[in-house]
């Protein structure tokens, strides 16, 4: 077998356009068609069993290994054993952390904390890279406004610019610096675009977006993260009004390489270009891996559709030769940004575990959002208390606290809730009584009851520790009912009839449905999947070690049949509120049928959540005043400032997420009631008052308009801040004129 030539160093833009250029003009055809070939990588005899497609330069990536000695000897066997030496990538699914597990992403949002967002996924990046991994599958940036839907737990919740904001944060951390330092993984913004629309929550399940939503709502996330210099992308398997995500061209040419003029590679999601024949969109095979590959589809995840047809597409003409070296160029830049042609390899070392813990367990005290605490219930003291029951099937599982899509991850580093406790009370005269309950969320079984009740009769408070399964919420794992699961209700009920204080720790993968137990409990701490250091962080917590800061990144629905509600929704011709709607309950006999408030609502849930967007509690409280604007009006060329005064009305210090919110009253196109625009964590003494500024220019005001082109609008635009999506601080500015078009 030739050596691998070796290719010319060349390094920045141009350099590396040049290499291309160069490597493209010794490619054969069938080599061209390798490089867009991902094949899994998982089998213990990979190394024999990929090892001819290898030398004979017919695969350009490996997913699922994750072994450092059996990555290294595939990128041997690539390196210098093919004709052309062309190092692979490897990927894998690091989602929330690898071996060490962060909060699942839905909870990293409920940290509104970038920061945090980032270091979380450079240390999963490091830990990866460690294992030989130089390719993400994350971040998962899909809007989503439907629990139902079991991956809104990978997402970052409903709203487009905090998940924007955060998606990029992902992209950062995995990326690092430069992304061809060791330690440093290619992100893929996923998944392209649209799937968090998935009808009725089913996952897969056809997404009916008209391309003005598409535009405005689930599309800024993914032009966040390209700009943040997103290497990759991955397409959604759904379709989007009939046309495929990986067949579709508004998104994959006129979108991404037309208006946002992406360099980066797409590749496909899991056998999603052979299911563009189970869509019913291709009779063939053949048929499919050509529209994907006009589409703009740059690599074929595992289906082997392009390398069982592109080369016959070139041969008979229906595929260009350039259309195939634009897609080869798109993979082999990704590799030489990699650094895999300068000698990377595995990076030697993971991140110190100690500093992974910290930063996991941080993590996790941010996310955790107090959504109830009745009479102060917390923080429990443990001077005043002797007996403390810890109940329910979530209060000492390693793995369910990890959450979903967390294949590395290592349930030896996990701290459940007791183990904390339990700790916690070491030193203390407080005593532990656990009683699991129910083997399972899901369990029907309530012959454990009896012992929880009394264990609960013997204390002075209750915890217990309710949710879901990580088995209930990621991909393909979707529920029709969100309530608590099993008989987690009736649980509950039996330990709130002893009339001691019932204190609930939920754990789970989405917004649950929780009015039927809400009124059960004194206090409730909703923890996601909180991952490795969740129990240390959700104990800190309890206790007031820390205090609560997590911030909704998503709407509660109070039942199922109001999905989906969302606080950016649009106004309607008929607008609810409290005035126009009346209850199932209230309505008197022989009421006419115009007698209802003939507005948005619903008899039986009325029109706004359990829990809105932006909501959490803490042990403090926080008062806001002095909102001020630069100026009534901005040209566009001009910047907003807006500043108001936080203040920390209560004794303990305490963390609070400032939230800008702006209503564009009038548009070309109806316009949500309310934005989020800006945010900022604050940390404040007791009686601390803080000056808070955001600029607001041009670019927050803009928006995709009937025409489809993006701008801003004259008019007049309403501004609030506060502590969430119901904030009243209230200000007014106008816009003067119509910006130009915008990119
Ligand atoms: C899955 C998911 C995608 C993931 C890929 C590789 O089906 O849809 O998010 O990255 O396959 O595991």
Redesign the pocket.
Known sequence: MAKAQTIEAGHGKDGVEARIRDLLSRMSIEEKVGQLNQVEGSAHDVVHALGADLRAGQIGSV??QVDPATVNELQRIAREESRLGIPLLI???V?HGFKTVAPIPLGQAATWNPDLVEACARMAGEEAAAAGVNWT??P?IDICRDPRWG?IA?SLGEDPVLTSILGAAMVRGFQGETLSDPTSLAA?A??FAGYGASEAGRDYNTTNLPENELRNVHLPPFRAAAEAGAASL?T??SDIDGIPATANTLLLRDVLRGEWDYDGMVVS???AIKQLCTHGLTETEYEAAYQAAMAGVDMD?VASAYRNHLADLIACGRIELAVLDRMVANVLRMKFRLGLFDGRTTADAEPSRMASRSLAKQAALQSCVLLKNDHQTLPLDPTTLTRLAVIGPLADDPVEQLGT?IFDGDPERSVTPLAALESLAADTALSLHHVRALATTRSHDQSGFDEAEAAARDADAVLVFLGEEAILSG?AHCRADIDLPGAQVELVKRLKATGKPVIAVIQAGRPLTLASVLDHLDALLFAWHPGSLGGAAIADLLFGRACPSGKLPVSFPKMVGQIPVYYGHKNTGRPPSPDTIIHIDDIQAGAAQTSLGMTAFHLDAGYEPLFRFGFGLSYTSFAYSGLILGSEAIAPDETLTVQVDVTNTGEVAGEEVVQLYLRDRFGSVTRPVRELKAFARVALEPGETRQVRFELTVEDLAFYKRNQTRGAETGAFDVWVGGDSAADLHAEFALTEDSVALP
């Open positions: 997913i699922n990927g894998r699914d989602i599958f994350a998962m991956r990978e893929c996923k998944h991955m959604s398997f999601d899991w056998d995840m899509w991909e």
